[in-house]
């Protein structure tokens, strides 16, 4: 027998003593590379190890089975064959009976300014309630179970008490409308939602309930909706709704929970395509697990004592692996705040000012060690002004992170000063909702970070920058970010729609995974991603990254957000065209624009230099906080919106846009 199944048949409740032991730390770069090529030479060794920090019921037989390229007629996949587990157990249960027991698992301070403390021993009570509940209702394994939350603990719970009674759930962000949900519930054919009356944004109550009823009107799946009181209101019933505190808050806190094959669905996460309707991302518990475990662990250098914020909302793929399943199965403290940014604390809970320091006010308050938020929120920072982070003591700070978009130098160093006051490392991720877990990130203590670069790929993550044929490119040459091998977390398809998942992943590069996304690798072997191919510009014949132009606008000292995008130009094939959003008091006109576009030649070159500079109050975002430049490659085109938006935050802001161009016109 081998080492790895000796210490899951002895010893299945706590994580074994393997070579990649929980207390292990790369503490140098010396230390990170050979981790690399020691994951390089033996992949699936590697990930046995790391996969022995889990909870598992049953070994696995073989570690991974299957290979790239997925076809359309391949088995697929798949990882840890034969091995069972519970995510709950993982999460929850092992930590409950530990020392752990009475250690805080969910901060939680909701707009308002009311908090929650609640320990893994209580956690642990409610997630076994909350499986009881669901289960009382006819839910069972298998069944899919929609949540529409707003981020509270409840969200949590619900997530967790799916996974113990293995109930697959989609997650849909609180604030998509009636429509977006509508659509989600019925690709999914999900048997129950989990709701609240309301939840608080920006002072306001978000209808949840509501939204519901509407869109089941035309969904014949759904059984029950059981509804959170959080907001106290008024909403409108029928005979398939309940309560959570009358289901919920009366059954049993004793729950034995049952263990799943490795490859059983955890979850669907719906994400938007350029065209067609919203892409359902299915991930299985065993891989998925294992890496939102590792990369908590390894890319925020976790330790017993932090309190971990990940900003991130749980309708995203970063609050499923960085607020639940990957802090938690770790056994870390996790913080979870319900509203804006800005928004300030209500009277009764002791709020004042404008709300734009409530970020560092909550840092200071709860001691939060590790801070993951957007670079969209960082500039909004930036923009808002050094004075409110200057109010506050955020020494307790010691690591500060970035996700969902790369971030313009200029942003990264304002973030390390201004908020990590110049000792804190950034780690700077990559990664999508179809890798499950982040893929490239520096390391803290270990790799050196180069401001703009996600660095290096994590120990286990083969990727290359290669050609359209599969070729890699020499040092700092532009092509397409490639995962050359299968890794845990990675999607095993879209939902019910197989042979998309294939021609989407596998129908572009010929053997490997390719990303959507473009990037270089520089002499370092440091990864620079340019964002999404659609975002990469040929101008005359030059291939530029609008990540490079909007850092270089947002270098300017007048400048607080910019996109910059492609409009086509019948001489140079391609033209610039940038969306400047100015800092507070500067005035936007013609001498600011020259001035900008003066500005990026300088930093750049002349080639780089915008076309066209159009100022903008606000920029087309998803709700998670990313700036769609497919719509304003639309805009600046002269045409109209096409394929999925209901991820745009305020539709209110492409309008605006298409009118100032038809004025300008």
């Not at 009976?97 to 908090?115: L, M, Q, V, Y």
């Not at 020259?594 to 975002?621: N, W």
């Amino acid at each position: 027998m081998s080492s790895i199944e000796s210490v899951l048949t002895e010893n299945r409740s706590f994580p074994p003593p393997v070579a990649f032991a929980r207390d292990a730390r790369v503490k140098s770069l010396i230390d990170y590379e050979a981790l690399y090529e020691r994951a390089a030479r033996e992949p699936e060794a590697f990930w046995g190890e790391v996969a022995c920090d889990l909870h598992w019921s049953t070994p696995w037989k073989q570690i991974l089975e299957g290979a790239f390229p997925e076809t359309a007629d391949s088995e697929g996949v798949r990882w840890f064959v034969g091995g069972t587990l519970n995510a709950s157990l993982s999460c929850v249960d092992r930590h409950a009976h530990s020392w752990r027991k009475n250690k805080a698992a969910i901060i939680f301070e909701g707009e308002p300014g009311d908090t929650t403390v609640i320990t893994y021993g209580q956690l642990h009570r409610e997630v076994c309630k909350a499986a009881n509940a669901l289960t009382s209702l006819g839910i069972k394994a298998g069944d899919f179970v929609a949540i529409y939350m707003p981020m509270v603990p409840e969200a949590a719970i619900a997530m967790l008490a799916c996974a113990r009674i293995g109930a697959p759930h989609t997650i849909v962000f609180g604030g998509f409308s009636a429509d977006a949900l509508a659509d989600r519930i019925a690709d999914c054919s999900a048997k129950a939602v989990i709701t609240a009356d309301g939840g608080w944004r920006r002072g306001q109550v978000v209808p949840l309930k509501h939204n519901v009823d509407k869109a089941l009107e035309g969904v014949t799946s759904v059984e029950h909706v059981i509804v959170l009181q959080r907001c106290s209101n008024e909403v409108a019933w029928t005979k398939r709704d309940v309560w959570w505190h009358e289901v919920v808050e009366t059954a049993s806190a004793k729950h034995e929970a049952q263990a799943f094959d490795s490859e059983h669905p955890l979850f669907s996460l719906y994400t938007s395509g350029t065209t067609g309707k919203p892409k359902g991302i299915l991930h299985t518990t065993g891989g998925y697990l294992t890496n939102a475990a590792y990369t908590t662990k390894m890319v925020f250098d976790l330790r017993d004592d932090d309190v971990f914020w990940c900003t991130a909302d749980i309708g995203w793929v970063t609050g499923h692996s960085y607020v639940v399943y990957g802090p938690l199965a770790n056994g870390a403290t996790v913080l979870m705040y319900e509203g804006a940014p800005n928004a300030p604390r209500s009277d009764e809970f002791g709020g004042s000012g404008d709300g734009q320091d409530r970020f560092w006010d909550i840092i200071e308050r709860w001691g939060v060690t590790v801070f993951y938020t957007a670079p969209t929120a960082i500039r909004a920072f930036m923009k808002w002004g050094d004075q409110y982070p200057a109010k506050h003591d955020l020494s307790s700070l010691r690591l500060l992170g970035s996700v969902g978009e790369p971030i313009n130098p200029e942003a990264w160093m304002w973030y390390r000063k201004q908020i990590g006051g110049d000792r804190c490392p950034i780690v700077d991720t990559w990664w999508q909702t179809e890798t499950g877990a982040i893929m490239i990130s520096p390391l803290p203590g270990a790799i050196p970070t180069k401001p703009g670069s996600a660095t290096r790929p994590l120990p286990g993550i083969d990727v290359d920058v290669v050609t359209r044929e599969g070729v890699p490119v020499g040092p700092n040459q532009g092509g397409f970010l490639v995962i050359k091998r299968p890794w845990p977390s990675m999607l095993r398809t879209i939902y019910g729609d197989h042979a998309r998942y294939v021609s989407t992943y596998f129908g572009e590069i010929p053997g490997m995974y390719f990303a959507g996304d473009g990037a270089r690798k520089d002499a370092d072997g440091y990864f620079w991603i340019m964002g999404r191919v659609d975002d990469v510009i040929n101008v005359a014949g030059h291939r530029l990254s609008t990540m490079e132009v909007e850092s270089a606008l947002v270098s300017h000292p007048k400048v607080a957000e910019a996109a910059v995008v492609g409009r086509p130009d019948e001489l140079k094939g391609q033209a610039i065209v940038a969306f400047v959003t100015p800092r507070a008091g500067m005035v936007a006109d013609d001498a600011l624009a020259r001035e900008l576009r003066a500005h990026v030649a300088t930093q750049i070159g002349a080639l780089a230099r915008p076309e066209e500079i159009r100022f903008a109050e606000a920029l087309p975002k998803t709700r998670s906080g990313k700036i769609m430049r497919r719509l304003l490659r639309e805009v600046a085109s002269g045409s109209t919106a096409r394929g999925d938006t209901t991820t745009l935050e305020d539709q209110g802001v492409l309008e605006r846009l298409a009118q100032s161009f038809a004025h300008d016109d």
